[in-house]
């Protein structure tokens, strides 16, 4: 299974924009009712949908029942008029949060739902009193890239040939509080 999947960069988004332009789908969704919340059991075919409309290689219903069952993970969902539309996953290792997968369902990407997400999850990693967040990102998707950057992750290194298709990783790294 490939950890720390993000898809916030699809090449296939600009043929899914042009798609919606032609069906008039174009127009900016009102997220006024986004709530972002925790992940719940009957979430997950919700956020199952997600991951198979974002992952080559999606995550199975059960992988994902097993991680509400995980006393060291912590899961949220953008919930849109009652459709899940995004998620975020976090492992707590010690003292630090390591991001798992931030994924936004093709037909919601561009309205700040991973923004949202990743913000959250921040605030909930320092509210748990952890003192650094770590994350892989693929080296390509200079889009998810500039997003953490505005959650104060940095660059701190690559992992050669991470990805299935052998595309290297950036890990970055979030201070949340000094030592």
Not at 118 to 135: A, Q
């Amino acid at each position: 299974m490939e950890k720390n999947r993000e898809n916030l960069n699809n090449p296939n988004q600009d043929l899914t924009q042009d798609l919606n332009s032609i069906l008039g789908l174009d127009t900016q969704l009102n997220t006024n009712n986004l709530i972002i919340r925790p992940m719940r059991k009957e979430d997950i075919e919700g956020v199952h949908m997600v991951e198979v409309d974002c992952f080559d290689d999606p995550w199975s219903k059960k992988s994902l029942m097993d991680e509400l069952k995980n006393n060291l993970a912590r899961y949220l969902v953008a919930e849109l008029d009652s459709v899940i539309v995004g998620y975020v996953g976090v492992w707590f290792v010690v003292d630090e949060g390591h991001i798992t997968n931030v994924a936004v369902h093709s037909n919601y990407r561009g309205q700040r739902i991973g923004d949202r997400l990743v913000e959250e999850m921040v605030k909930l990693c320092k509210s748990e009193g952890l003192v650094s967040m770590t994350l892989e990102v693929r080296s390509s998707n200079t889009v998810a890239q500039n997003l953490y950057r505005k959650y104060g992750f940095k660059m701190a290194g690559v992992r050669k040939e991470y990805y299935s298709d052998r595309e290297d990783a950036i890990i970055m790294w979030n201070q949340l509080s000094e030592l």
